[in-house]
């Protein structure tokens, strides 16, 4: 929530439309929090058995947030949501892509082993629903005079154990970032993305091994890192959302402690490794 008092909010009167809230704890639902927070107005999406878990997460949230039915995989889903926003709304300020998914055979050491079937599900879901979404709501953003687009990703420099395929599928989505900035930048929409450090979510405990994760943050970042606290990341998303970061687009920014930007260990652990024990 805003801590301001009697001071202008960061997204007030922005209209916001937010994919992947599932649980509270997830990173969507603190962006959706911290939005309303900050004055912002917001749509949430959902799609078949999970849509009742994103309801039940927004009545969670101050006020009355809609839950509109939207599966990236289907055109005409991104379309019937899209006129949903125009009659609600007529415009959008800022859309949130936190979509991510791969069958269980694409992670967990089966990179090798994983068909194509489940490679092409992955790559469908966590690559190409990016620009398929920014695309089906930017005449939307444009109506706004242009907007924000936010994906949210996890570092795919270098591979980490367990990820697999999924790790490629973010390697993509990173590269998709560049294409669509260049692509939706005459219409001044804004698109980045949001490279978080690992976070007890949903998503993320269904990764065989995700707790070497906390063991490896705690060893390197710079800044420390909560893997319980979304926050840093959920205030990013929503400066990115805002009218103050302009300017900046096809952007990755990491929001992980400064992990990223360290070598194979720190003075306090130079022998620190992805993994170790």
Same mark, same amino acid.
């Given at each position: 929530m805003?801590?301001?008092?009697?001071?202008?909010?960061?997204?007030?009167?922005?209209?916001?439309?937010?994919?992947?809230?599932?649980? &509270?704890?997830? /990173? +969507?639902? @603190?962006?959706?929090?911290? !939005?309303?927070?900050? $004055?912002?107005?917001?749509? *949430?999406?959902?799609?078949?058995?999970?849509?009742r878990l994103t309801e039940r997460s927004a009545r969670r949230l101050p006020g009355d947030v809609e839950v509109l039915e939207l599966d990236v995989?289907? &055109?005409?889903? /991104? +379309?019937? @949501?899209?006129?949903?926003? !125009?009659?609600?709304? $007529?415009?959008?300020?800022? *859309?949130?892509?936190?979509?991510?998914?791969?069958?269980?055979?694409?992670?967990?050491?089966?990179?090798?082993?994983?068909?194509?079937?489940?490679?092409?599900?992955?790559?469908?879901?966590s690559t190409y629903s990016y620009p398929a979404l920014a695309n089906g709501f930017a005449d939307l953003l444009g109506q706004a005079g242009g907007?924000?687009?936010?994906?949210?990703?996890?570092?795919?420099?270098?591979?980490?154990?367990?990820?697999?395929?999924?790790?490629?599928?973010?390697?993509?989505?990173?590269?998709?970032?560049?294409?669509?900035?260049?692509?939706?930048g005459a219409r001044n929409i804004r698109v980045n993305?949001?490279?978080?450090?690992?976070?007890?979510?949903?998503?993320a405990r269904s990764i065989d091994g995700f707790a070497d994760f906390e063991t490896v943050w705690k060893e390197r970042a710079p800044l420390g890192w909560d893997l319980a606290d979304p926050t840093p990341v959920a205030r990013t998303v929503c400066a990115l959302l805002s009218d103050w970061v302009v300017g900046v687009t096809g952007e990755i920014l990491h929001v992980d402690g400064g992990l990223h930007a360290m070598g194979a260990g720190t003075p306090t652990a130079p022998a620190a490794e992805l993994g170790s024990s």
């Open positions: 805003s801590s301001h008092k009697g001071s202008v909010m960061l997204l007030a009167g922005k209209k916001l439309l937010l994919t992947g809230v599932l649980d &509270p704890r997830s /990173i +969507a639902f @603190a962006v959706a929090e911290t !939005a309303l927070g900050e $004055g912002a107005e917001v749509v *949430l999406t959902g799609f078949g058995r999970t849509r995989t289907r &055109p005409e889903d /991104i +379309a019937a @949501a899209a006129e949903q926003v !125009a009659e609600r709304w $007529g415009r959008l300020d800022g *859309l949130l892509h936190a979509i991510g998914f791969a069958p269980a055979s694409c992670l967990g050491g089966g990179f090798l082993d994983a068909p194509w079937e489940d490679v092409a599900t992955a790559l469908q879901v907007g924000s687009v936010v994906g949210l990703d996890f570092d795919a420099q270098v591979a980490w154990p367990g990820y697999d395929w999924m790790g490629v599928a973010k390697a993509g989505l990173e590269s998709a970032n560049r294409y669509l900035a260049r692509e939706l993305l949001v490279a978080a450090g690992p976070l007890n979510t949903m998503a």
